[in-house]
């Protein structure tokens, strides 16, 4: 491919949040490493623009005498996007934001998330609908997981969300993609980013996802959890790249019976 075609194809495959475009469609999270050190190194490691941070687990200024988040992974080097782990509750979620863009100067970009129990993780979509009304009026860019529900999905986006992130299994379990065909539907009736949160536990899970038409994946566990943090962060790049590309290239249609890859039809015997 010559530079003027790389060119457009990279501008027509721009990946763009709230008006800003990035590089990697990989988004990955700040906790759950060994230390500070090793979360540096692994999310130097994924190619990672932005990132998400727990805003109730993670000092960002709120206690000066514990090490803090921005010093290692500095905001002028990432898109830091404040999450609301932990809420179970509407008003919780919008604390949390609120306090978010209170220690970062400003900052509207969220990702909100409001769950249902302790046991499952699953999102309390009704409190997370809430939640999102009075953030959207409220003037901040809400990125919102939610449950891979394909009308809830529509729904929040024309409330005003700026990207959808569906699970594809209950957060930290691993299981990978469970429903791939409403998540496919999601994806082909957006008008707004779709991101896979949630469910991821390996390199295929990621490219499977990439390969559904998904704009890009937020995960954490499955990074932070490996054995090798720093190289699964690597094989995660490669994964959601090589997905990205045979989304693009368009794959073979699946058939019952065989195609032979060098017909006899026109040759000479």
């Not at 990989?26 to 060994?34: D, H, I, M, P, R």
Request: with cysteine; hydrophobic share 40%.
């Amino acid at each position: 491919m010559s530079s003027t075609a790389k060119s457009l194809s990279d501008k027509l495959d721009s990946f763009v949040i709230d008006g800003v475009s990035y590089t990697s469609r990989l988004l990955v999270g700040t906790g759950k490493y060994q230390d500070l050190n090793q979360a540096r190194q692994a999310i130097e490691a994924s190619g990672a623009e932005i990132i998400t941070m727990a805003v109730r687990r993670t000092n960002i200024g709120q206690n000066p005498d514990e090490p803090n988040l921005l010093e290692v992974l500095p905001p002028d080097r990432y898109t830091y996007l404040p999450n609301t782990a932990g809420c179970y509750s509407a008003e919780d979620a919008v604390r949390t934001c609120r306090l978010a863009r209170e220690l970062l100067d400003g900052h509207n970009l969220v990702k909100l998330e409001v769950l249902g129990d302790e046991k499952t993780l699953f999102p309390d979509v009704i409190q997370t609908m809430k939640a999102a009304e009075i953030l959207i009026r409220e003037g901040f860019r809400v990125m919102v997981y939610t449950n891979d529900d394909p009308i809830i999905a529509r729904q929040l986006e024309e409330m005003g969300c700026v990207a959808v992130m569906p699970l594809a299994a209950p957060i930290g379990s691993g299981l990978g993609i469970r429903n791939p065909y409403n998540i496919r539907t999601i994806v082909e009736n957006a008008s707004v980013p779709i991101l896979v949160d949630a469910g991821v536990g390996t390199a295929s899970d990621a490219a499977i996802a990439m390969e559904l038409g998904c704009d890009g994946l937020l995960m954490q566990t499955a990074i932070a959890g490996a054995q090798d943090p720093v190289l699964m962060a690597s094989a995660m790049k490669k994964a959601i790249e090589a997905g990205r590309e045979a989304w693009l290239a368009g794959r073979i249609p699946r058939k019952q019976y065989a195609t032979a890859s060098s017909p006899i039809d026109g040759t000479f015997f």
